[in-house]
């Protein structure tokens, strides 16, 4: 008797690809994080601060997601690490016929991680995968503290929450922004998230991002070693 | 000889809604502003304190628009103002159907503006006419200062710009904002363009928003006088 698949969903074109992709890093030993935020959070901060400081331990490159411009990928070049910009001319989220596309363009030889920063937008990206091994939200506290409850998809599919530009906090300029209410809410919507409080322009709070990164990178190694 | 249109374009399912939301609200001597910006610029602080400053001279009655909760609402119910919440249940934008079934919500007969306030996000609003008269585009100096080079469309459709949380400025918690380059690159997307340098929190600067609602309001009453 013959098997007969039955149920079986069509995949997307943008699922498709995103498979090939993953299938394409997992091979290679590479892993990949799809940060995602509203514009003006951070996210290109976040990396090039990033990047200047494990240089010596991860290698990392940048896939650079904007409607147009390439003002982001150059902040990124400035660390030298290897970087692709994708300008989606008007599209409001990456897909993963784009990331297939710029994955092409990376040394990827050279590389342990891939970074992809998306289009600024805290709704459209969380619906479409790019063949990535997690989503790293960024929240600036100057956006407010009632965002995981009004935009829970993003925070329920994250790996990692960045609670960013905390600086604000102790110059007195976000004073109303509840960090305990994020944190429970964030964890409402998905139990195992990692937050961390940070501060890409200073510097604090960093460290614990970077730990976290760097186990990150070294447990898909040692699985492969 | 009969007319015959040649090229004539078909409407969306959108734009007809648009039209007819339009219609409706020209016929009943009422104005309305769609607000867009991305989430956390301030959208619902500026519409709590121009309500709440203008009640005498303007009836303003809100449709507030979320992917879920009616956390805005409930801070613009505080305002005794009428306001109808539109849920998208994920959608990223407000649609001009889900705009006109707001409408019949509101007591129209008591209102002379209506603010809509988007769904959080500054790239997919601008492309859907909900019937407004206008445009209002918010952006917040800790988002940055490179938002009209890299989010073109929505300062280039926008009849007034809000440069919010201007009192981050004076904190020396967004030293870096160059607020001149924000109104020049808005400029040269958008010549009419209306700039206000404003801190809804703190009240500094709204008294040019105001007037220019204000006037916009009366100018619309003469004409119809």
């Given at each position: 008797?013959?098997?007969?698949?039955?149920?079986?969903?069509?995949?997307?074109?943008?699922?498709?690809y995103a498979l090939d992709n993953g299938r394409l890093l997992s091979e290679g030993g590479k892993l990949c994080l799809n940060m995602i935020s509203s514009p003006g959070s951070g996210k290109t901060t976040i990396l090039v601060r990033t990047i200047t400081e494990l240089k010596e331990?991860?290698?990392?490159?940048?896939?650079?997601?904007?409607?147009?411009t390439d003002i982001d990928a150059e902040r990124i070049r400035a660390t030298e690490a290897p970087v692709v910009q994708i300008n989606t001319e008007g599209g409001c989220h990456l897909n993963a016929a784009q990331v297939a596309g710029a994955l092409k363009g990376l040394p990827m030889d050279k590389l342990d991680l891939i970074m992809i920063e998306n289009v600024g937008n805290l709704v459209c990206p969380s619906a479409f995968e790019l063949g990535e091994n997690g989503k790293v939200v960024v929240l600036s506290v100057a956006e407010g503290d009632d965002k995981?409850?009004?935009y829970p998809a993003i925070f329920a599919k994250s790996k990692v929450l960045l609670i960013n530009k905390i600086d604000l906090l102790t110059k007195g300029a976000a004073e109303d922004f509840d960090i305990e209410r994020v944190k429970t809410d964030a964890r409402r919507l998905n139990k195992e998230i990692r937050i961390f409080q940070i501060s890409a322009k200073t510097g604090e709070g960093m460290s614990g991002w970077y730990d976290w990164l760097t186990e990150f990178v070294r447990n898909r190694q040692s699985q492969r070693a």
């Open positions: 008797m013959s098997k007969i698949d039955i149920g079986r969903r069509i995949l997307s074109e943008n699922e498709k331990k991860i290698g990392i490159g940048v896939i650079e997601g904007d409607i147009q995981p409850a009004k």
